[in-house]
């Protein structure tokens, strides 16, 4: 989060009368106010590379949420989770991909690019993680967003990424979710149980205990 400048009077210089001093910090308290609700407005509070339109769009707030040192995750509870839309697009290789196939499965669904720098951060951790989990009934899916092709396959060779990835260039798919649960910044992460439901949301680079401890709370549910 961007902190505001401090004022002139917080930094030292002579002190004003008390009188006069009043006004211009009612001013500046003012000016602080609203700065906070303009960047609350906008949804990118949080860390994250870009969020564009994504950004624009404002979370349910039917969720729990907590905030790590980076990021932000809201987990849904069973029974009152909003319902993942019906993903589906041309992967980078070529191949259609449709998030209707894994139900059954749970999802793990990554919003990247290979222009942002936490994105690399969280990287590593992502591909070992699908490597790990996918005998446990979990699969990964990457939702590129306004990439080139080329820039992101070489993204996905260079740390290990050997899941599937659909290409969004134009963020229609990040869109899908506005209704329910958008991504609100690159990266962020969705986690979608086995009947579809949203469970768990991260925005900013996800750590990778952290996300194993999210996907092992819905993978404990029953199906």
């Not at 969280?122 to 080139?148: H, K």
Request: with cysteine; charged share 15%.
């Amino acid at each position: 989060m961007t902190r505001l400048p401090r004022s002139a009077s917080a930094t030292g210089g002579n002190r004003a009368p008390r009188a006069r001093s009043q006004a211009p910090r009612a001013r500046s308290r003012a000016v602080q106010v609203i700065a906070v609700t303009s960047l609350a407005a906008t949804g990118l509070l949080l860390a994250g590379c870009d969020g564009g339109a994504i950004g624009a769009n404002t979370p349910i707030s039917s969720g729990q949420s907590f905030v790590g040192a980076s990021y932000q995750t809201t987990v849904y509870k069973p029974g009152s989770r909003p319902t993942a839309p019906q993903v589906s697009g041309t992967t980078l290789t070529g191949q259609h991909l449709s998030l209707a196939s894994y139900r059954g499965d749970v999802v793990v669904l990554n919003f990247w690019g290979s222009w942002c720098t936490p994105c690399r951060d969280e990287a590593p951790g992502l591909g070992t993680l699908a490597r790990q989990m996918y005998g446990r009934g979990v699969r990964f899916v990457g939702i590129d967003i306004r990439d080139e092709p080329d820039s992101a396959l070489a993204f996905m060779q260079t740390f290990r990424i050997s899941y599937p990835s659909i290409s969004d260039p134009n963020d229609f798919i990040a869109l899908q979710f506005h209704s329910t649960v958008p991504p609100a910044a690159i990266p962020s992460t969705i986690v979608i149980d086995r009947s579809g439901g949203i469970a768990a949301r991260v925005v900013g680079a996800v750590g990778y205990l952290n996300l194993k401890y999210l996907i092992d709370q819905v993978l404990a549910e029953r199906a």
